[in-house]
Nanobody, 117 residues
């Protein structure tokens, strides 16, 4: 099992920046990738960004591309999501996720991000 704990959420104004952090513990040696998802009120959970440890590659949803950067340290089992130029539509609960294979199968409890206009 892998445990994930997110931090860094909060209430910000449109145009502000925010950095989310996620710390993984447990069987982290099995982790091949980590990522961020979000669920806005009344909507389904959606992919935001991901980082593949072995490939060293990153991926972003179109909605955040150019405004967000995912980074991390596989040795420290941490991943970050730097979000800039935040918009009210970025308001959501953000979840950290970890993959032990092809799919994300471990999830954190989530951290609330609220962007006021």
């Amino acid at each position: 099992q892998v445990q994930l704990v997110e931090s860094g959420g909060g209430l910000v104004q449109a145009g502000d920046s925010l950095r989310l952090s996620c710390a993984a513990s447990g069987r982290t040696f099995s982790t091949t990738a980590m990522g961020w998802f979000r669920r806005a009120p009344g909507k389904v959970r959606e992919f935001v960004a991901g980082i593949n440890w072995s490939a060293g590659s990153t991926d972003y949803a179109d909605s955040v591309k150019g405004r967000s950067t995912i980074s991390g340290d596989s040795a420290k089992n941490t991943v970050y999501l730097q979000m800039n130029s935040l918009k009210p539509e970025d308001t959501a609960v953000y979840y950290c996720a970890a993959a032990s294979g092809r799919f994300y199968d471990y999830w954190g409890q989530g951290t609330q991000v609220t962007v006021s206009s």
